[in-house]
Every structure is written in structure tokens, then in C-alpha cells.
């Protein structure tokens, strides 16, 4: 169905928390992030969400450049997956501030590579901590990571899909070649791309969380290792002194991975700064907490943190 257009001008502000009748402290707020360490995500299903009414409270939203932006897109399915994930962005985030901040009031910044940050006023003391969060969406499914303290990076990708190109031809264009390696042993095509999309994903949430992307460090610079324990764990190559290429000085090895299959039809890659170590851990690494909800932001949310809607594979 096709989205309503942007809302006409109010000629008086709109009392805060109230949209279409509906209070925003509806928003139940999740459990508190106790620490760096601590991972929620929130996602939903496009595709179960057609009702009007609601799409064009979700619409209101939106700042009027993210409605212009969304409403530019290409076909109605497109405008309603820009609508949903800023959506979900700013349903989110107002959770874990208990509602002080309303939906429609956070502003956002990006930075010299497009990664979008919450941009707080000199004065605001709502948060005692730094809030972060990232996004990722497929056309089925979207989501957004929440994080305190410490960057985020989420990637998500249908299991399913199709390249253009064999996985080994993309992976040459690509990848490492000890990645290449790893994926030339797999003689079974679907095991092939089953773990191209684990690599893929895990890179994406890796250059995301450093807050580049893949124009400001590139796949070929860095290795993901899927260790036989199903620990994940990243190589970046010795920097060659004197080297031209800036795009390496970025790269580290202190970050930790979480990798799931999500809603049984994707995959889904985290990755956090690790900048703390327990002796009383496995190779003294604290283990990564993760709870994940799927939401209809104001209708209803479930934890399907431990259900066969989350797979942890690492």
C-alpha cells in the first residue's frame, strides 16, 4: 500500500509523547545496559506491517528530511522499508532514555564516512552514558543494535540470497586470501555460501562498528577467522612502514563478535570494541551478552533471546 505523504504543518507544536493519541511511554523500556559488554537488538518483519494507520504514525516520526528522503525512494516497497527502519532507529532509542526523549526529538550527525550518530546537546543530561546503536536492514528484515559506551557494528543478510557471480569470483574481488582459502575447500555450493555470508556479514558489522564502512577500510585489508571452537577472530596484516595506504592505519584486533541465525531466515553479525579481559573466562575474554526482541513498535515486543528464533553460532 502506498505511504501517506509528509503530514500537513501544525500551526502549534504537538504536546511531547503524543502522536495519533497514542503515549509514547507505551514504550515498554527494556532491561537496563549494565555494562560494555551488553548487546540488545531489536528487529521487525516489513512484511507485518500493512496496517495504514500505523505506517503513518511511524511516518510522523520522522524529521522532514528522513520523510523527504524516504518518499523519494523508488516504489512503495522501498519508501516503506526507509519509513520502518528510521522508525525503528528512533522507537528504539527512546526506550532506553524511559521515554524522556520523544521519538521525534533526536537529531543525528554522520560522520566523514556516513556512519549516523546521535547528536546530544552541551546541555542534555538525560543519558550518563554515551548511547550508540547501528542499523541494518534486508528487504524482510531490519534491525538495530544498542550498545552503551562503545561502538556498535550490526549486519544482517537473507540466507538465502543470490549473487550475481560465483562465491570464489567474489571472494578473489573481495576477500583475503586466506579467507579465498577457506572457502576453495568447501566442496558442497550451498556450504560454500552459507559460510561466504557468515564472512561477508561479519566484515560488514567489523567495518561498521570502527564507524568506516567499506570505502574507509576495505574487505581485502583484514581477515575473519571462523576458529574450529566457533570462535570468530580478526587478523589484520602488519602495517608496512611507510605504506601510502591510509585505510590500514584504522584496523585493530580488540574487537569481539557475536554471530546468529535470526528469525530462521538470516544472518546476523555483531560486532563490539573488546577492551576487557576476566581470568575467569575462556583465553580471558568476557563472553558477549545479547538479548533480542522482535517488535511492532507500540503494538507489541517479545524477547526471543534463548527461542528458536535466535541461533547463536559464535
Given at each position: 500500500?502506498p505511504l501517506?505523504?509528509p503530514?500537513?504543518?501544525?500551526?502549534?507544536?504537538?504536546?511531547?509523547?503524543v502522536?495519533?493519541?497514542?503515549?509514547?511511554?507505551?514504550?515498554?523500556?527494556?532491561?537496563?545496559?549494565?555494562?560494555r559488554r551488553?548487546?540488545?537488538?531489536?528487529?521487525?518483519?516489513p512484511?507485518?506491517?500493512?496496517?495504514?494507520?500505523?505506517?503513518?504514525?511511524?511516518?510522523?516520526?520522522l524529521?522532514?528530511?528522513e520523510?523527504?528522503?524516504?518518499?523519494s525512494?523508488?516504489?512503495e516497497k522501498?519508501?516503506?522499508?526507509?519509513?520502518?527502519?528510521?522508525?525503528?532507529?528512533?522507537?528504539?532509542?527512546?526506550?532506553?532514555?524511559?521515554c524522556?526523549?520523544d521519538?521525534?526529538s533526536?537529531?543525528?550527525?554522520?560522520?566523514?564516512?556516513?556512519?549516523?550518530?546521535i547528536?546530544?546537546?552541551?546541555?542534555?543530561?538525560?543519558?550518563?552514558?554515551?548511547?550508540?546503536f547501528?542499523?541494518?536492514?534486508t528487504?524482510?528484515?531490519?534491525?538495530?543494535g544498542?550498545?552503551m559506551?562503545?561502538?556498535i557494528?550490526i549486519?544482517?543478510?537473507?540466507?538465502k540470497?543470490k549473487?550475481?557471480?560465483?562465491?570464489?569470483s567474489?571472494?578473489?574481488?573481495?576477500?583475503?586470501?586466506?579467507?579465498?582459502?577457506?572457502?576453495?575447500?568447501?566442496?558442497?555450493?550451498?556450504?560454500?555460501?552459507?559460510?561466504f555470508i557468515?564472512?561477508?556479514?561479519?566484515?560488514?558489522a567489523?567495518?561498521?562498528?570502527?564507524?568506516?564502512?567499506?570505502?574507509?577500510?576495505?574487505f581485502?585489508?583484514?581477515?575473519?577467522?571462523?576458529a574450529?571452537?566457533?570462535?570468530?577472530?580478526?587478523?589484520?596484516?602488519?602495517?608496512?612502514?611507510n605504506?601510502?595506504?591510509?585505510?590500514?592505519d584504522?584496523?585493530s584486533?580488540?574487537?569481539?563478535?557475536?554471530?546468529?541465525?535470526l528469525?530462521?531466515?538470516h544472518?546476523?553479525?555483531i560486532?563490539?570494541?573488546?577492551?576487557?579481559t576476566?581470568?575467569?573466562s575462556e583465553?580471558?575474554r568476557?563472553?558477549?551478552?545479547?538479548?533480542?526482541?522482535?517488535?511492532?513498535p507500540?503494538?507489541e515486543?517479545i524477547l526471543v533471546s534463548?527461542t528458536?528464533?535466535?541461533?547463536?553460532?559464535?
Amino acid at each position: 500500500m502506498p505511504l501517506p505523504p509528509p503530514p500537513s504543518p501544525s500551526p502549534s507544536p504537538r504536546m511531547p509523547g503524543v502522536a495519533g493519541g497514542r503515549l509514547f511511554a507505551s514504550l515498554p523500556p527494556p532491561p537496563p545496559l549494565r555494562s560494555r559488554r551488553e548487546v540488545h537488538v531489536w528487529y521487525l518483519l516489513p512484511d507485518e506491517l500493512n496496517d495504514a494507520s500505523l505506517l503513518k504514525m511511524y511516518t510522523e516520526l520522522l524529521s522532514p528530511s528522513e520523510r523527504k528522503n524516504a518518499l523519494s525512494m523508488n516504489g512503495e516497497k522501498l519508501q516503506k522499508g526507509a519509513v520502518l527502519s528510521r522508525a525503528l532507529v528512533r522507537t528504539t532509542l527512546s526506550r532506553y532514555t524511559d521515554c524522556k526523549v520523544d521519538p521525534r526529538s533526536f537529531e543525528f550527525k554522520k560522520n566523514k564516512f556516513g556512519k549516523p550518530e546521535i547528536l546530544w546537546r552541551s546541555d542534555d543530561s538525560r543519558m550518563e552514558r554515551p548511547l550508540h546503536f547501528n542499523i541494518s536492514h534486508t528487504s524482510s528484515l531490519i534491525a538495530c543494535g544498542i550498545t552503551m559506551d562503545t561502538p556498535i557494528g550490526i549486519d544482517v543478510e537473507d540466507k538465502k540470497r543470490k549473487t550475481a557471480k560465483n562465491i570464489l569470483s567474489l571472494a578473489r574481488r573481495y576477500f583475503t586470501p586466506s579467507e579465498i582459502d577457506y572457502l576453495a575447500k568447501i566442496p558442497d555450493p550451498d556450504g560454500q555460501q552459507k559460510e561466504f555470508i557468515k564472512l561477508w556479514t561479519l566484515k560488514e558489522a567489523y567495518v561498521k562498528a570502527l564507524g568506516r564502512g567499506f570505502s574507509g577500510a576495505p574487505f581485502n585489508k583484514f581477515s575473519i577467522i571462523l576458529a574450529a571452537n566457533n570462535r570468530i577472530q580478526i587478523s589484520v596484516a602488519p602495517k608496512v612502514s611507510n605504506g601510502s595506504d591510509s585505510s590500514c592505519d584504522c584496523l585493530s584486533e580488540n574487537w569481539q563478535f557475536a554471530l546468529a541465525e535470526l528469525n530462521s531466515s538470516h544472518c546476523m553479525a555483531i560486532c563490539i570494541e573488546d577492551d576487557s579481559t576476566s581470568s575467569d573466562s575462556e583465553n580471558g575474554r568476557l563472553p558477549l551478552g545479547l538479548k533480542v526482541w522482535k517488535t511492532i513498535p507500540f503494538v507489541e515486543d517479545i524477547l526471543v533471546s534463548g527461542t528458536e528464533a535466535v541461533k547463536l553460532v559464535s
